[in-house]
């Protein structure tokens, strides 16, 4: 389980030219931008995990235990439990 505050960014990018090129293999040119998405992940003892993107306004809970019941078979026939 996490213990502390886990805080991670990315910068935001915009591809000039070769959007689609990239899936057929071929170049594409891309610049970092001067703006940043940004993810905290912060234990909470609760059973929630819950969502907040304040810039839009969504704002969103769900309890751990529903999440679990959810199918999984898109992993593969894996089932990941989650542990608080």
């Known amino acids: 389980m996490l ?3 886990l805080l991670v960014s990315s ?3 915009v ?3 070769g959007e689609h090129a990239v899936v057929h293999g071929k170049v594409a040119l891309a610049v970092a931008l001067n703006l940043r998405t940004f993810l905290r ?3 909470h003892s609760n059973g929630k995990v819950s969502l907040n993107l304040p810039n839009i ?4 809970v769900w ?3 529903r999440l679990q ?3 999984t078979s898109f992993m593969g026939g894996r089932r990941r439990t989650w542990s608080s």
């Open 3 to 5: 213990s502390e505050v």
């Open 15 to 17: 591809i000039l030219h």
């Open 63 to 65: 309890d751990v235990a």
């Open 11 to 13: 910068p935001g990018k």
């Open 69 to 71: 019941l959810l199918d």
């Open 57 to 60: 306004g969504v704002r969103q």
């Open 41 to 43: 992940l912060q234990p």
